[in-house]
């Protein structure tokens, strides 16, 4: 039986999904998101399937939930992923083999680890280019693999693929499956001169960006938010956040009927739990980490979510 590999579109999603390709070099490999998660399972069929770095949010559960069923009762069904789950469901309800860690080890050293045996032992640095990309590299594991290389390089690995991944390239799936192809490989970003020209370019542009954010950024109480800034997300809504001077960033973008956006905070420790709640009351989804989180509404409730963001920050500062 064949497999498809499920992966997260950034840094951590492409480097699990290169070793896991690395291991099933027959899969197909698709790029998805937490909201687009239920739609892909629908479209599979007899396939073994692996799915890395995909956040299980609350709004769909229960049809997620029940499409793993259906997948995981003929076929074998693998979920890496390092999210916190939606709040009132177990592990024991997913019906897949389960990999999960804590916030701290992303999916591509849970991934790494699940198939150590079977691996290229060099593609160790792969699963470094992860974390890094996830700010996930002080783990136990991450750190004793570190001691077997020069760091040195691979942090410029890493910023290359950051840089490459977060940028215009963003939502071009086939030019990330060609480079899930070329980690699976060992072959080092920084030898490639597409690569490295993409990163380079990608440098001047989040120079003027960081101005633009700055120009645009606003703020309601303690949330700074910017709209349409054709950037990363996730660095918008940091820059968002530091010119704001506020604990929380939002960077939005308006996609046909809704906002995505990226948010980002500092010292808030359960930001997720949060953007899910609020992203819930005005029909949408949300979920992430401690301190960093995604979120996708109906595009004309955008800025009830920044003012209901604001409300549910301030009430926990408060208390
Ligand atoms: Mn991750």
Not at 294 to 315: C, E, W, Y
Request: glycine share 6%; net charge negative.
């Amino acid at each position: 039986m064949s497999w498809f590999i499920f992966a997260h579109g950034d840094c951590d999603g492409v480097c699990s999904a290169s070793l896991a390709f690395s291991v099933k070099k027959d899969a197909k490999v698709f790029f998805t998101s937490p909201a687009g998660l239920l739609q892909d399972l629908k479209q599979v069929k007899d396939e073994n399937l692996i799915i890395t770095d995909i956040a299980l949010t609350s709004s769909y559960k229960e049809e997620i939930i029940s499409e793993l069923k259906r997948i995981s009762s003929k076929s074998e069904v693998l979920y890496f992923d390092h999210h916190p789950l939606p709040s009132g469901l177990s592990k024991e309800e997913i019906p897949a083999t389960l990999i999960r860690g804590n916030d701290d080890s992303c999916a591509s050293e849970l991934v790494y680890s699940y198939f150590k045996d079977e691996l290229d032992p060099e593609l160790s640095r792969v699963m470094v280019y992860g974390a890094i990309g996830d700010y996930s590299d002080n783990t136990k594991v991450v750190k004793m693999v570190l001691n077997e290389w020069d760091k040195r390089e691979l942090y410029l690995e890493a910023g290359i693929l950051v840089k490459v991944l977060e940028g215009t390239r963003k939502r071009d799936y086939d030019f990330k499956r060609s480079l899930v192809l070329y980690l699976s490989q060992n072959k080092l970003p920084s030898l490639s001169e597409e690569l490295v020209k993409i990163a380079v370019q990608e440098s001047i542009l989040d120079e003027q960006m960081r101005e633009v954010v700055k120009g645009n950024t606003k703020v309601v109480g303690n949330v700074s938010y910017v709209k349409d800034v054709p950037w990363s997300l996730g660095k918008a809504a940091t820059y968002a956040r530091v010119y704001g001077k506020t604990i929380v960033g939002v960077a939005a973008e308006q996609r046909k009927e809704y906002v995505d956006m990226s948010i980002r905070s500092i010292t808030l420790d359960n930001l997720y739990e949060v953007v899910s709640k609020v992203a819930e009351s005005l029909n949408g989804t949300g979920g992430g980490h401690k301190n960093a989180a995604g979120s996708r509404v109906p595009k004309d409730l955008f800025m009830q979510f920044i003012s209901k963001l604001n409300d549910a920050v301030s009430t926990q500062l408060s208390s």
